[in-house]
């Protein structure tokens, strides 16, 4: 998987350089900084056309140009995206996101095609446990689809923005568990429970902060929750994916030692990638790492 190729939405990147992207989220042109367009050139005059710029010097971070408001919002603070049906409310949040991860939208098809939604296969709706799951695109797509999905992630106001795309996106009946938790304390808890899954998802940020005080740091503590994680995978289990952006990990020694663990036959189906979005000449932007595990159940 050389590059992420996302579901019919309208989401576009549309250039990138000098350590920015310009990306179009339905009605807006938003500017933000990205690292890994720092060596790389700008080669658009759209960026004239810019409708939300963040800046990483000034105290108000973000800044809306040209006078102009998202279509339908009653506030220059809130817009939406929309991916193969699933709409996303957007907002601009200090940290610079507005809410949504596109390059994660191009497993969506990955997933389904693994996971059973076959009554023949199970006897009930597959279990998805989605760790550091943000808000929720990736958990409504699977729940929409007939997963029953445990969407899990510390912040209580991130949990309660996925709950709002889960009513905007007409889901509102469909099997979500929605938990405020941290991740490795939950998975701990399941394990506890004896509670089984047929597919896990995790998509850890480098740093921060969980429930209670309690610290993530990828390079400390993504192994042992890799390890319990695999320990709630069940007899019919069919996939795992560990999407992210940090350089401080090496999915092949994680795979060495999952190996030593669990067996050689948990890693073997392992398909590790370089994410990426092309922009409109072509150009691919470095969006972070995949590893996805497959299983044949």
């Known amino acids: ?13 549309l250039d990138f350089g000098l350590g920015r992207k310009l990306e179009q989220f339905g009605d807006l042109i938003v500017d933000r ?3 890994s367009a720092m060596s790389s050139k700008k080669g658009s005059s759209l960026w004239d056309k ?16 040209n006078s102009r408001a998202p279509t339908g919002s009653t506030t220059k603070d809130n817009w939406f995206c929309v991916c193969d049906g699933i709409r996303m409310f957007l907002k601009p949040t200090p940290a610079g996101q507005v809410g949504v991860f596109p390059e994660h939208w191009g497993h969506w098809p990955w997933l389904l095609e693994r996971i059973p939604l ?10 998805v446990l989605s760790l550091f799951a943000y808000t929720g695109a990736t958990t409504l797509a699977l729940a929409r689809a007939g997963c029953a999905v445990t969407h899990v992630d510390s912040s209580k106001p991130t949990v309660a923005w996925a709950r709002e795309n889960c009513d905007y996106s007409d889901l509102g009946t469909a099997s979500i568990r929605w938990i ?3 991740a490795a304390t939950f998975v701990k808890r399941e394990l506890r429970r004896n509670t089984q899954y047929e597919a896990i998802l995790l998509d850890p940020p480098t740093y921060g902060n969980g429930g209670k005080g309690t610290r993530w740091e990828i390079h400390r503590h993504l192994m042992a929750l890799l390890t319990d994680c695999w320990q709630l995978l069940s007899d019919q289990r069919r996939a ?8 401080h990990i090496a999915i092949r020694d994680i795979n060495e030692k999952l190996a030593q663990q669990h067996g050689v ?9 370089q994410a990426s979005l092309v922009d409109l000449a072509g150009r691919k932007l470095d969006c972070g790492f995949a590893a996805r595990y497959s299983f044949s159940g």
């Open 33 to 35: 900084p990205c690292p």
């Open 180 to 182: 405020v938790d941290d």
């Open 118 to 127: 076959d009554g023949a296969i199970l006897a009930k709706a597959p279990r």
């Open 265 to 273: 036959e948990c890693v073997s189906s392992c398909e590790i990638s």
């Open 1 to 13: 998987m050389n590059q992420t190729t996302i579901p019919e939405s309208n989401y576009r990147l």
């Open 50 to 65: 810019r409708d939300l710029s963040y800046s990483l010097t000034e105290k108000d971070r973000w800044h809306y140009l």
């Open 240 to 247: 795992v994916l560990l999407c992210g952006h940090s350089s």
